[in-house]
């Protein structure tokens, strides 16, 4: 009896010791991203509508807009980060200033950013591997990054958002809004969206769904397409993808004018005639009728994918 107390003793401070020795890497690591990076929280009087622009190299912008007539600055600033410059001579530039000649890793001149700005502003957002995220604003948003992810939710009439290989995502937007969303190699979302729409990607997936508009191009090289929405009376609506699959659902009547082809893929239309082939010697086929009193253009083209109608 007295081994197996003193088996079961050792045992409790084992685990003891394995769980403080835990808790210190925590505490440790945590100390060391504190004392790593800097913390920052600026203000500045600004606009109800005035322009806020934002340049930052790596980490993250988070943009929110509030209704104070104000653009504050918080969060923190890598290691390596020389400062953070703040210029109000012409509406509010932020910059992350990185030392001239710098060699560092980028983890060490990352900065991680949560700026509140007027509602109404017009905010333009420049980063090179910095994820954005932007919300709550009502004024024209424009963001362009190479590597970053790229996420929109707000009621602006002017959204334009480009990443090189992040991916793009647009939730929302004005009435009559005019929109364009683009990435190179990842996937373009589109959800909720009013107005007229120019969304694209080389290789990546582009989807539209719940959203109403009177114009809509829609275009990858090797990606898929889906559009998931309403078909407006007197809209116009194209998808070209070369290799990939178009599939095109649309709620409530249909009335439209379709104009379908695909050089080597097939076309399922759930609601109207059967396609047919172009030529007896090549394997094309197409899809030409009008549904309902045609109030609609759309038009689909893929080179070797398949097409695919459907309500």
């Known amino acids: 009896m007295k081994r197996l107390t003193l088996i079961i003793t050792y045992l409790l401070l084992s685990v003891t010791a394995a769980v403080a020795g835990g808790a210190l890497v925590m505490l440790t690591a945590d100390s060391a991203y504190a004392a790593d990076h800097s913390p920052v929280n600026e203000t500045r009087p600004a606009k109800p509508d005035g322009e806020v622009r934002i340049d930052n190299l790596a980490g993250s912008v988070k943009v929110h807009g509030w209704d104070k007539n104000q653009v504050q600055v918080t969060g923190t600033l890598g290691e390596d980060v020389e400062r953070l410059e703040i210029d109000t001579d012409s509406g509010i530039d932020i910059r992350v200033i990185l030392p001239h000649n710098s060699h560092n890793h980028m983890d060490e001149s990352d900065a991680d950013l949560v700026i509140n700005v007027p509602k109404a ?5 420049s980063t090179v591997s910095a994820d954005v995220d932007g919300a709550d604003l009502t004024g024209p948003v424009h963001v362009e990054t190479v590597s970053g992810t790229v996420s929109l939710s707000s009621t602006s009439t002017d959204i334009d958002m480009r990443s090189t290989s992040g991916d793009v995502t647009v939730n929302g937007s004005g009435a009559k809004a005019h929109i364009k969303a683009s990435s190179v190699s990842g996937e373009v ?14 290789s990546g997936e582009v ?3 719940g959203s109403h508009l009177s114009r809509a191009g829609v275009s990858s090289t090797s990606g898929d ?8 009376k007197g809209g116009d609506y194209e998808f070209h993808t070369v290799s990939g699959d178009v599939s095109l659902g649309f709620s409530g009547s249909v009335s439209a004018r379709f104009d379908i082809s695909s050089f080597s893929g097939d076309i399922d239309n759930s609601f109207g005639p059967h396609p047919t082939r172009v030529s007896k010697y090549s394997p094309g086929v197409e899809l030409h009728f009008v549904n309902g009193s045609g109030e609609a253009q759309v038009s689909a083209r893929t080179l070797s994918g398949d097409i695919k109608l459907h309500n």
Do not use: P
């Open 225 to 232: 397409l889906r559009y998931e929405s309403d078909l407006e």
């Open 121 to 125: 502003s017009r905010v333009e957002v």
């Open 189 to 202: 979302g589109v959800d909720g969206v009013s107005g007229d729409l120019t969304a694209e990607s080389v």
């Open 207 to 209: 989807k539209v769904s």
